[in-house]
């Protein structure tokens, strides 16, 4: 096997492959974060100057007082720690140059990174990038054997390619149903905290209900909609009591849209 690929065998017992993340790549991204940074910083301080500099009749906004400036400074590098945690935990593990080099942070089980690794490995941020120009993190990467920083090895995260879904050149028959229904990701809005409760049990659950969708009668697909309802739809927040079977069918099938994202990949 590649040494760059690493296989994980989730708690559910399902066997994902990724490829990891080297220095080049992990390299292109940071570049790109920190020119998005570079002109939003720009903008902020020269922004904050504009007001302080209206304000000035003001005692606290005085040129001889510092304070104003430290406070700046200190927003700074607020905004700077915030856009990596934020976008990493919100946005799947991609900050917008992760997105554009096509990698992500996900935990070493292979689950998507949880609030808590996101904020311990972006916190580390700092001791990675001592002495300077993150030397640390540099050379931890190419040491590491799965091109990990000291972030990283704290959080129990790696850095992967991300993996598309298969190209298909015709639409199957379950995509054609859900564009006869009318329904899109858009149909169905769940909060990003309990879409990442699903696990990759739920979505094997959900995709095998969907395979079968068409095959199954009426009856029997009725029964299933609602045995598979009742135990992935409270997880968003909704009942399935008083719920008609074609309610549940187009919940269930929006549902599918929104996890296939996270979970149908090919390498």
């Known amino acids: 096997m590649n040494k760059d690929q690493m296989d994980i065998k989730t708690p559910e017992y399902v066997s994902l492959q990724f490829q990891l993340a080297g220095l080049g790549s992990r390299a292109a991204a ?23 500099k209206g ?3 003001f005692p606290f906004f005085q040129d001889e007082n510092l304070v104003p400036l430290a406070i700046i400074v200190i927003v700074l590098f607020i905004l700077k720690w915030c856009y990596f945690f934020a976008c990493e ?3 799947g593990g991609r900050t917008i140059g992760k997105k554009i080099v096509g990698i992500r942070v996900i935990q070493e089980n292979g689950h998507s990174i949880t609030l808590l690794s996101s904020f311990i490995r972006n916190l580390l941020r700092i001791i990675d990038a001592l002495p300077t120009s993150y030397f640390l993190g540099i050379v931890m990467i190419l040491l590491h054997s799965k091109h990990k920083r000291l972030g990283d090895v704290v959080a129990g995260t790696i850095v992967v390619h991300e993996r598309k879904a298969k190209p298909k050149k015709k639409r199957s028959p379950i995509e054609k149903e ?3 229904r009318g329904l899109s990701q858009a ?24 395979s079968r969708f068409h095959d199954l009668p009426l009856v029997e697909r009725n029964q299933l909609t609602k045995q598979i309802a009742e135990i992935l739809l409270p997880k968003i927040g909704m009942e399935v009591e008083g719920s008609n079977e074609q309610d549940l ?10 996890l296939k994202e996270e979970w149908e990949f090919e390498l």
Do not use: C, H, P
Request: net charge negative; proline share 0%; no cysteine.
């Open 249 to 258: 069918e187009n919940t269930l099938l929006v549902l599918y849209l929104l």
């Open 89 to 91: 935990f919100f946005s």
């Open 178 to 180: 859900i564009q006869r």
């Open 55 to 57: 304000m000035s009749s």
């Open 187 to 210: 149909s169905l809005t769940v909060d990003e905290f309990a879409l990442k409760s699903y696990t990759s049990k739920d979505w094997k659950l959900i995709s095998t209900y969907v």
């Open 30 to 52: 940071f570049i790109y974060d920190q020119v998005i940074l570079g002109f939003a910083s720009i903008l902020l301080f020269f922004g904050s100057l504009f007001v302080m």
